[in-house]
T-cell receptor
Framework: KQEVTQIPAALSVPEGENLVLNCSFT??????LQWFRQDPGKGLTSLLL?????REQTSGRLNASLDKSSGRSTLYIAASQPGDSATYLC????????????FGQGTELSVKP | KAGVTQTPRYLIKTRGQQVTLSCSPI?????VSWYQQTPGQGLQFLFE???????NKGNFPGRFSGRQFSNSRSEMNVSTLELGDSALYLC??????????????FGPGTRLLVL
């Protein structure tokens, strides 16, 4: 059974700091891994999708890496801003049909001005 | 392009009642998935529909059911509501193309409170 774990559960940093969020999964047989952002009481916004054959993806100040063999992914946020404050979730797709995602519990990020 | 829409946004029901939630996917998206989010269990997969057929199913009791219409809109139904069904129900749609490339686009959710 696939399990996804995110560490830390919560993180508070001063504005401008670079930070890394961690995600690990127990079964390396994944089709892709996605990072999402969720603002309080809202739906999820997709940030990055990494296919199983890829090692990393970048979008602006965000960089996500994937190491399938070790069951790990990291989300790197450069020069953090107060607007980055949200819960960050990683999710793995466990079949080739894409519609079923297994989520981690999320990392709640607070960026202080 | 309009995003995923969910109605209603908020709902209050009492134990034993049933509820129907609706999700309209992004135009052209044929896959619709449903998730339940609670503080204790996090986000859990309920089921996925593609071309009016349930393609994947999570580990939820039979009280949770869904369907998809020919225009890809989807509904989920929860019968005999329990207090533990209080949650944020999220719907996601995706454009089915090449396996491994489907980004999930989520709606704002329906917050259900069972009293």
């Amino acid at each position: 059974k696939q399990e996804v774990t995110q560490i830390p559960a919560a993180l508070s940093v001063p504005e401008g700091e670079n930070l890394v969020l961690n995600c690990s999964f127990t079964d390396s047989a994944i089709y892709n891994l996605q990072w999402f952002r969720q603002d309080p009481g809202k739906g999820l916004t997709s940030l990055l999708l990494i296919q199983s054959s890829q090692r990393e993806q970048t979008s602006g100040r965000l960089n996500a890496s994937l190491d399938k063999s070790s069951g790990r992914s990291t989300l790197y946020i450069a020069a953090s801003q107060p607007g980055d404050s949200a819960t960050y979730l990683c999710a793995v797709s466990v079949n080739n049909q894409g519609g079923k995602l297994i989520f981690g519990q999320g990392t709640e990020l607070s960026v202080k001005p | 392009k309009a995003g995923v829409t969910q109605t209603p946004r908020y709902l209050i029901k009492t134990r034993g009642q049933q509820v129907t939630l609706s999700c309209s996917p992004i135009s052209g998206h044929r896959s619709v998935s449903w998730y339940q989010q609670t503080p204790g269990q996090g986000l859990q997969f309920l089921f996925e529909y593609f071309s009016e057929t349930q393609r994947n199913k999570g580990n939820f009791p039979g009280r949770f059911s869904g369907r998809q219409f020919s225009n890809s809109r989807s509904e989920m139904n929860v019968s005999t509501l329990e207090l533990g069904d209080s949650a944020l129900y999220l719907c996601a749609s995706s454009l089915v193309s090449v396996a491994g490339l489907e980004t999930q686009y989520f709606g704002p959710g329906t917050r259900l409170l069972v009293l």
